[in-house]
């Protein structure tokens, strides 16, 4: 691990500050960015702990809730008012790492923790996302565990985060503040595909600092009929394979609106549009689930070692769909 400096911010604008100082990074959790620096990944110059700021609290905003950047993703999944109104965010936090780890991550940093592609990691191989021009180690090696959504010829990686999904799900809104003042960020707006610049896996600017996720009250309208889905080679400790959150606003067996996204297929979250579009207005039913899954991933494109996340992807689709209609808040 390469040496740095350690600044530690009590306020928002002494964060804002410090992180303007040349290849300086803030620290959350370090859950994250602590395995990178070690593994050389990361180099930072000076870290910006942000632990002192006052972003824990999760808070009725508006009919929906603000949850603070610094809240811990455990204490964001147990909180009641996650459980009773947006129990797909709790099932996706869950569903993610340990007790322990969740414990110490925290909202923020769980939106802009980095790719686990092997490749990435390893900084032996060449990988554009780390180095940029270096080539891709995945698309001329092993790639089981990468995307077949919303590819670039330079990077196939996936966003590794299953609470990110849920957020898309349900449209949350990121709140950042930067030398240039406050703005919101649609969640479909936050993280990036890769397409000429797979080191960039977000539209945060460097200088921006994440204080708060708003979730959405109109997304209240899923809590009776929502589930996170995660297919992975071990039920514990381990990243998603294909990961599908799906919410229902069903009304006499009829679908008044339907979210669907994906993780463990794009370097982003991915919403199923073309799933939501088959699904709205027509019933809840297994012979439908079917149709709308086939419009979404008719158009995934796979490696010879990932192809098979397409039939996984289809059926994990039908069944995050079937559990949610059958279940009323299963949290
Ligand atoms: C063994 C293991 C298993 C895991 N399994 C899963 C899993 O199954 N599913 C899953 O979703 N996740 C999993 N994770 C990842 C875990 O959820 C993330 O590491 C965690 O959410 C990151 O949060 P943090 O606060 O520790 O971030 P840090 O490590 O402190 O920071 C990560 C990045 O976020 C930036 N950052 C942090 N806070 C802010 C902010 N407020 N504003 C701007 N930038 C910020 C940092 O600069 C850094 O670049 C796993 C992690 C480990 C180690
Ligand atoms: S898929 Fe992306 S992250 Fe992985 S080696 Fe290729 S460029 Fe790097």
Known sequence: MNP???????????????????????????????????ENVEQPARLVDINRLELTQIAERDGGLRLGALAKNGDTANHRLVRERYPLVTQAILAGASAQ????????GNLMQRTRCYYFYDTAMPCNKRAPGSGCGALEGFSRIHAIFGTS???????????????????????????????SIP???????????????????????????????????????????????????AFALVSVAAALDIRNGIIEEARVA?????????????????????????????IAADAEMQSALGTDHNRFKIELGRRAIVRALTIATDSGSTT
């Open 4 to 38: 740095f400096a350690y600044t530690r911010a009590t306020n928002q604008q002494a964060a804002i500050q410090a992180i303007m100082q040349q290849n300086a990074k803030f620290i959350a959790g370090g859950t994250n960015l602590l395995d990178l620096m070690k």
């Open 187 to 237: 969640f479909a707006e936050f993280h990036r595909l890769p397409g000429e610049t797979p080191e960039l896996d977000t539209n945060l600017q460097r200088d921006e600092l994440i204080t708060a996720i708003d979730l959405p009250a109109t997304a209240n309208a899923f809590a009776d009929h929502s589930y996170y889905l995660k297919v992975r080679d071990r039920a514990s400790y």
């Open 262 to 290: 994906m993780g463990g297929v794009a370097h982003k979250p991915w919403r199923a549009t073309k799933t939501e579009s088959a699904l709205k207005g027509q019933r809840a039913e297994e012979r439908i689930f079917r």
């Open 153 to 183: 010829p330079l990077c196939i990686a996936t966003h590794p985060s299953d609470m990110c999904v849920a957020l898309a799900a349900l449209d949350a809104v990121v709140q950042v503040e930067g030398p240039r003042g406050a703005r």
């Open 101 to 108: 780890l969740r414990n110490a991550a925290t909202n923020g």
